[in-house]
Structure formats: C-alpha cells, structure tokens
T-cell receptor, first 111, second 113 residues
Framework: GEDVEQSLFLSVREGDSSVINCTYT??????LYWYKQEPGAGLQLLTY?????DMKQDQRLTVLLNKKDKHLSLRIADTQTGDSAIYFC???????????FGKGTRLHILP | EPEVTQTPSHQVTQMGQEVILRCVPI?????FYWYRQILGQKVEFLVS????????KSEIFDDQFSVERPDGSNFTLKIRSTKLEDSAMYFC???????????FGPGTRLTVL
C-alpha cells in the first residue's frame, strides 16, 4: 500500500543548511508535498513538486525529486530558529485525492 | 487571503458522547476532506467528500463517523459515540477546481475523557 517514510529527528546549527529526506512507495504519485507544522499549530504547505519535475527552488527552499528511487528531499538554506518545526513529507495521486503523510521530521536548531 | 476555518478550536467531551466538528471551507471550493492527527503521530486521512457524497473513506472512518454539508457552507464531522482513542487533532481541508493545493484549517483538538 501507499507509504511515506522519513527520519524522525534532525539537528542543525543555525546558519547551516538542513536536508530532510523522504521516500515513498506509490510510483503513481503525481504530487509530492512538504508541510510544516509548528508546535500546537496547523499544517502549512511549504512547497510541492510534480512528479515530472526533478527540482524546484523557492527562496531558501530547494526540493529534489529522484523519481526512479522514489526519494524526495527538502533543503533549507541558512537555517534559522524560526525553522524549528516538524516537517511532513506527503504525496497524492491527483490534486483532489487524499494526501498520504509521513510521520514527520522534527527539525531542531542548535545555537 | 481566503482560509479554511474550524470550530471549536478545542472540544472536551465525555466518552460515549456525540461531537460535531465544524469546518467552513473556502468559498467555491468543491472538494472537502477530514484528517486526524493523534498526538505525536502522523496525519491520517479520514474521508473525502465531493458533490454531496463521500468519495473515499479510510478504514478509520467506521460507522461512528459521518460527514455532511447541512447548509451548503459548513462541512461537519460527527462522531456518534466518542471513545478515548478518538482524542486527536482533526483537520479539515478543501480544494478548489483550479488549484493544486489542499488548504488546511487550523484544526480542532478533541479530548475525550
């Protein structure tokens, strides 16, 4: 069945780059997402990429997709304390289909 | 910017009671969803709703759950007889015809005692 896997924790020094990795199983996924969740808050869509793309850049965020390996990564350049949150990798087959989420990676920023 | 709203933000109820969680979708959005997130766990899909009927539901969405659009604007999730394990954050999401993004509401935290 559909599954999304990601590591649970990542610690990064302030100013360094953070790279959060994710793998998914459903090769028919068309949309791949990164959501951010701050403590006690809802889900904020950071960015998404179509499965026919291999890279998308949006300011400090870079998403890389390796469709062959079903591997997705999110790179946050110049990590700031405000980036401290849980980052969820997610996928869906179509834009109006259910979204399947990973368990989330908790990003901890070291001073 | 338009947004999805949910009420209440926090609901505390006794086991066995019925609860209704409400969502006001973005105007003109046609696809609606409920997800839940048990504390510390991942976000799980419950149900999708389109054209006034359920289009897909997960195995979590058993007979205790129901959804409806009672007045054409609100989108509700009803849990008939709550259990302790229903305690979670419940998120509503909506999608418009011409958009790629599911817009999520801020969530309702349900606590069952």
């Amino acid at each position: 069945g559909e599954d999304v896997e990601q590591s649970l924790f990542l610690s990064v020094r302030e100013g360094d780059s953070s790279v959060i990795n994710c793998t998914y199983t459903d090769s028919s996924s068309t949309y791949l997402y990164w959501y951010k969740q701050e403590p006690g808050a809802g889900l904020q869509l950071l960015t998404y990429i179509f499965s026919n793309m291999d890279m998308k850049q949006d300011q400090r965020l870079t998403v890389l997709l390796n469709k062959k390996d079903k591997h997705l990564s999110l790179r946050i350049a110049d990590t700031q304390t405000g980036d401290s949150a849980i980052y969820f990798c997610a996928e869906s087959m179509n834009r109006d289909d259910k979204i399947i989420f990973g368990k989330g990676t908790r990003l901890h920023i070291l001073p | 910017e338009p947004e999805v709203t949910q009420t209440p933000s926090h609901q505390v109820t006794q086991m066995g009671q019925e609860v209704i969680l409400r969502c006001v979708p973005i105007s003109n959005h046609l696809y609606f969803y409920w997800y839940r997130q048990i504390l510390g766990q991942k976000v799980e899909f419950l149900v999708s709703f389109y054209n006034n009927e359920i289009s897909e539901k997960s195995e979590i969405f058993d007979d205790q759950f129901s959804v409806e659009r009672p007045d054409g604007s609100n989108f509700t999730l009803k849990i008939r007889s709550t259990k302790l394990e229903d305690s979670a954050m419940y998120f509503c999401a909506t999608v418009g015809e011409s958009q790629d993004e599911q817009f999520f509401g801020p969530g309702t935290r349900l606590t069952v005692l």
